[in-house]
């Protein structure tokens, strides 16, 4: 399940499980949704128009009736806290559960404010409060957003001189801000902005207070005008006014940056500090400075902060023993979408332009086949016999020891290692044998096409897979002949049990009478005829002999299934019949 705000406009009643009585008697829950919003999330699933209630139609209905009071009032109608169902959910389970954290939740705005500034204070963050809750981080987020609210205006709150909205909508004002709107809330003769006109008091107006300089006001060119009421000056021109006001913000980083800060943070215009997420830190153990500008120019700095991550990180590591990190973490130049937009434009001409350049691109190749990369992921064939006589024999192959010789001269070519390395590619199993993708990238650029073509020809051989149609499709495409690099051992003999199979051979090698009146012989008896007439010791002498087993294409001596490499055969000469 997923806790998430959605608006009311993508809910709707499930027809399935919608209440025949009160569904719509809401007049119990519209005070308390009013006052505090909906506590206990509804539960919802989703479907092709948005979501469907399956719990929780009476606050989704109480919900709509104080959504409607509030744009009447012109004030914003917020999203309310779902629990999202996935497949497999227990419904009765989820809503249960929810019911009885909320049951816990203190029931007055005030009241959550300090239960979870208190969890704060001991270190959980957002995330964790709001899952002991069973609550949103955005109501958590909002609740603690209280501690930015002045204790007057706190007290006419909890008499209920004001509501909810106001509240909410002043944790957005500077302190500034709130005393000035506590003198026109007590004055005789002026209005405290509410409702809708409160928010464009807060960020509508064009009035900047002189006061709110950071610089000489004799530097600024306009007009300053004059409320003889308020004994209070303003800027007239605001563009002029944060030309002046930026510069004295960068001049204030500098400053911090020269006296040792490791960063100094410029929040958003109108974003205010979020002091509840943050650590205190000092300029020595890697805290920052954050700048909160607000929309009427004022500007506070918030020295010697860090994230309550890196907080909780330094907890860990000195609990561990291990030295805590102090350097603050430095936040990226690039969001992660950002660098992802980059990426795709960068790639989409590098791969462009790499189209006319057929030799790099052997090159790219041939270093991720060494090397790897996150899309190129190739091993060395392992040649894994499992078995010690195989083993023994493979090493006498006259291909397998001149495949060695050409490796070292490929490790050669690369400047790499030629003692080490059991294998240019490294194997699955080869762990802790890694090569680095740039470095081979680079000696690949410096040699010539020729030592190119060598290497590449190598590696690709390298990890051509043991036991795979593509090596009987390569062995019927370059006629290989096995006679020159392989002659029957004994290994070959040993492993070798068929008698059907065996005595069939001999009818290849000595003639049909003779493989007659060896049929009921034992295997090892007819395998020695065999090897009499490859031996000389028995006529015919037939040294260049080679079992079926070992042409291309493959064949064998029975009827019988049971060959891997006769149904690989098969599928390849069926795909090259198909071409």
């Known amino acids: 399940?997923?806790?998430?705000?959605?608006?009311?406009?993508?809910?709707?009643?499930?027809?399935?499980?919608?209440?025949?009585?009160?569904?719509k008697s809401v007049s119990d829950l519209v005070p308390s949704i009013r006052a505090m919003g909906i506590l206990q999330p509804l539960l919802v699933r989703p479907n092709c128009e948005g979501y469907e209630i399956v719990a929780g139609q009476r606050r989704?209905?109480?919900?709509?009736?104080?959504?409607?009071?509030?744009?009447?009032?012109?004030?914003?109608?917020?999203?309310?806290?779902?629990?999202?169902?996935?497949?497999?959910?227990?419904?009765?389970?989820?809503?249960?559960?929810?019911?009885?954290?909320?049951?816990?939740?203190?029931?007055?705005?005030?009241?959550?404010?300090?239960?979870?500034?208190?969890?704060?204070?001991?270190?959980?963050?957002?995330?964790?409060?709001?899952?002991?809750?069973?609550?949103?981080?955005?109501?958590?987020?909002?609740?603690?957003?209280?501690?930015?609210?002045?204790?007057?205006?706190?007290?006419l709150y909890q008499k209920g001189a004001i509501n909810a909205y106001v509240l909410r909508d002043l944790t957005l004002a500077t302190k500034a801000q709130q005393k000035r709107w506590l003198e026109l809330y007590g004055s005789e003769d002026q209005h405290a902005p509410q409702g809708r006109y409160l928010k464009h008091w807060l960020f509508g107006g064009e009035e900047i207070p002189v006061d709110n300089a950071l610089f000489d006001p004799l530097d600024y060119r306009g007009n300053i005008v004059t409320d003889l009421f308020e004994e209070t000056r303003y800027f007239d021109d605001g563009k002029a006014f944060w030309e002046l006001q930026n510069k004295a913000i960068a001049e204030r980083r500098e400053a911090y940056l020269a006296k040792g800060w490791d960063e100094v943070v410029l929040l958003d215009v109108g974003n205010y500090f979020a002091e509840w997420e943050h650590a205190k830190a000092g300029r020595k153990d890697g805290g920052r400075v954050y700048v909160e500008i607000a929309d009427n120019g004022e500007v506070s700095f918030h020295e010697g902060y860090i994230t309550r991550k890196e907080a909780a990180k330094r907890v860990k590591q000195a609990e561990k023993g291990e030295d805590a990190d102090n350097s603050a973490s430095a936040r990226p130049e690039l969001t992660k979408v950002m660098q992802t937009y980059l990426d795709l434009h960068r790639h989409?001409?590098?791969?462009?332009?790499?189209?006319?350049?057929?030799?790099?691109?052997?090159?790219?190749?041939?270093?991720?086949?060494?090397?790897?990369?996150?899309?190129?992921?190739?091993?060395?064939?392992?040649?894994?016999?499992?078995?010690?006589?195989?083993?023994?024999?493979?090493?006498?192959?006259?291909?397998?020891?001149?495949?060695?010789?050409?490796?070292?001269?490929?490790?050669?070519?690369?400047?790499?290692?030629?003692?080490?390395?059991?294998?240019?590619?490294?194997?699955?199993?080869?762990?802790?044998?890694?090569?680095?993708?740039?470095?081979?990238?680079?000696?690949?650029?410096?040699?010539?096409?020729?030592?190119?073509?060598?290497?590449?020809?190598?590696?690709?051989?390298?990890?051509?897979?043991?036991?795979?149609e593509l090596v009987e499709a390569l062995g019927e495409h370059l006629a290989t002949d096995m006679a020159v690099h392989w002659k029957p051992?004994?290994?070959?003999?040993?492993?070798?049990?068929?008698?059907?199979?065996?005595?069939?051979?001999?009818?290849?090698?000595?003639?049909?009478?003779?493989?007659?009146?060896?049929?009921?012989?034992?295997?090892?008896?007819?395998?020695?005829?065999?090897?009499g007439c490859l031996e000389g010791t028995r006529?015919?002498?037939?040294?260049?002999?080679?079992?079926?087993?070992m042409a291309f294409p493959m064949a064998g001596y029975t009827r019988r299934n049971g060959i891997a490499a006769l149904e690989r055969t098969k599928a390849v000469q069926k795909a090259l019949k198909a071409r």
């Open 1 to 23: 399940m997923e806790l998430k705000h959605i608006n009311l406009d993508d809910l709707k009643t499930a027809r399935l499980n919608v209440r025949k009585q009160g569904a």
């Open 348 to 468: 989409a001409a590098t791969r462009f332009e790499l189209l006319s350049d057929p030799a790099l691109a052997l090159r790219v190749a041939t270093a991720q086949i060494i090397a790897g990369s996150p899309l190129w992921s190739v091993q060395a064939e392992p040649q894994r016999t499992g078995n010690e006589i195989i083993e023994q024999s493979l090493a006498t192959n006259g291909a397998q020891e001149k495949f060695a010789q050409e490796r070292k001269a490929v490790l050669q070519l690369l400047g790499m290692d030629t003692d080490e390395p059991e294998t240019v590619v490294p194997r699955r199993h080869d762990y802790g044998v890694s090569t680095d993708l740039l470095s081979i990238f680079a000696k690949l650029i410096e040699l010539d096409d020729e030592a190119l073509t060598r290497i590449f020809t190598f590696v690709v051989a390298e990890t051509l897979p043991s036991a795979s």
């Open 60 to 155: 989704y209905h109480a919900a709509k009736q104080v959504a409607q009071e509030a744009s009447e009032q012109g004030a914003d109608v917020a999203p309310v806290p779902c629990i999202v169902m996935e497949d497999g959910d227990d419904a009765k389970a989820i809503e249960a559960s929810s019911a009885e954290n909320v049951a816990r939740l203190p029931m007055d705005e005030i009241d959550q404010y300090k239960a979870f500034e208190a969890l704060s204070k001991q270190g959980k963050s957002v995330e964790e409060i709001a899952r002991d809750f069973g609550v949103t981080e955005r109501l958590v987020s909002q609740r603690l957003a209280i501690a930015r609210i002045l204790t007057p205006i706190l007290k």
């Open 489 to 531: 051992d004994e290994a070959f003999f040993d492993l070798w049990k068929d008698k059907e199979a065996i005595n069939a051979a001999i009818r290849e090698v000595a003639g049909k009478a003779t493989a007659d009146a060896h049929l009921t012989s034992t295997a090892k008896l007819q395998k020695k005829v065999i090897l």
């Open 539 to 549: 006529k015919p002498h037939m040294p260049d002999w080679l079992p079926r087993y």
